[in-house]
């Protein structure tokens, strides 16, 4: 990513966050972001475009928070699971990213609504992995129906929560409740011996999840950029940029080592305005760590 494109993509998380998807327009963006027209369509072909990017950081942003939850703890630690199920919401919140999907379910656009959907796909694929892990494999094949139930009763009581004014820092409260459900619900699942959507519905997901590659070469074109953009960077922070590059540029990097090392350097920039390509260079090296564990 140059730096023109990071101009423009920070401008529209801020304008975004503000004003909303709908109410900002490709002119405020430009003005913001202190660009001529021809720049901004130079890197994106239209508003729309814009908004997936920024969707597409609090997804990763959402993935980090999670591994950063269960790093050094049980799989099957089910308030593990708990603070990970949590983390889109605090990255929705944070981010003001709900007003954007509401008026994304009412805009009539298909495209943007397919982004959704897959973002709701990837949410319950994910967690009926999880399950699995809090349930063990016994729970095969009703982990996806037990998935689907868990967001019902997450999403129904968040709805109730809202309407009668739950105080938002108890939010955690709606989800271990419906985890403590889950307990006395999973063992008639696997007694009944019978599923409504379970491996079709999975089937569906592996079929309709859209999955990107990563190529190593362009991550560290992208993490060579990342750094000739930024001037302040800290001794640390340029450190762990340095031994991401040299442990990349390696035949055969050692990922074990890396992937923690890309958690370091995602929290070194927490709280700055580059955390979202921190965020998205950090999913890029582990999801390349997962696919050399399958080679």
């Not at 109410?23 to 001529?36: F, G, K, N």
């Not at 019902?152 to 809202?162: D, P, T």
């Not at 998205?280 to 696919?291: P, S, V, Y």
Request: proline content about 3%; some cysteine.
């Amino acid at each position: 990513m140059n730096n023109r494109k990071r101009q423009i993509i920070q401008a529209c998380v801020k304008l975004f966050s503000e004003k909303g998807f709908i109410e900002t327009s490709i002119q405020e963006i430009i003005e913001e972001a202190q660009i001529s027209k021809g720049t901004f369509y130079n890197y994106f072909p239209s508003k729309k475009d814009c908004l997936i990017a920024i969707l597409d950081i609090g997804r990763k942003e959402t993935t980090v928070r999670k591994v950063k939850a269960i790093t050094g703890k049980e799989k099957n630690d089910k308030s593990v699971l708990a603070v990970q199920l949590i983390a889109s919401m605090q990255v929705n919140h944070e981010h003001n990213l709900l007003p954007i999907f509401e008026s994304i379910l009412h805009s009539g656009d298909k495209d943007l609504k397919r982004l959704v959907d897959q973002t709701l796909l990837q949410e319950i694929d994910w967690t009926a992995r999880r399950l699995l892990d809090v349930y063990g494999v016994k729970l095969v094949p009703y982990h996806v129906d037990a998935s689907i139930l868990l967001f019902g009763m997450m999403h129904q009581y968040f709805h109730i929560g809202k309407i009668i004014n739950y105080p938002r820092g108890n939010a955690m409260d709606f989800v271990t409740f419906a985890l403590d459900q889950l307990d006395a619900i999973t063992p008639s699942l696997i007694a009944k011996q019978k599923t409504m959507l379970g491996p079709n519905f999975e089937d569906f997901m592996h079929e309709h999840i859209e999955a990107r590659d990563i190529n190593k070469g362009e991550l560290i074109k992208q993490l060579n950029g990342f750094k000739s953009y930024l001037k302040d960077l800290t001794t640390q922070q340029e450190e762990y940029i340095t031994y991401l590059l040299e442990e990349l540029e390696r035949d055969e990097p050692r990922y074990h080592v890396t992937s923690a090392v890309a958690f370091q350097f995602h929290n070194s920039f927490r709280d700055t305005p580059h955390a979202p390509e921190a965020i998205e260079i950090t999913n890029q090296i582990w999801q390349l760590a997962k696919e050399s564990q399958r080679h």
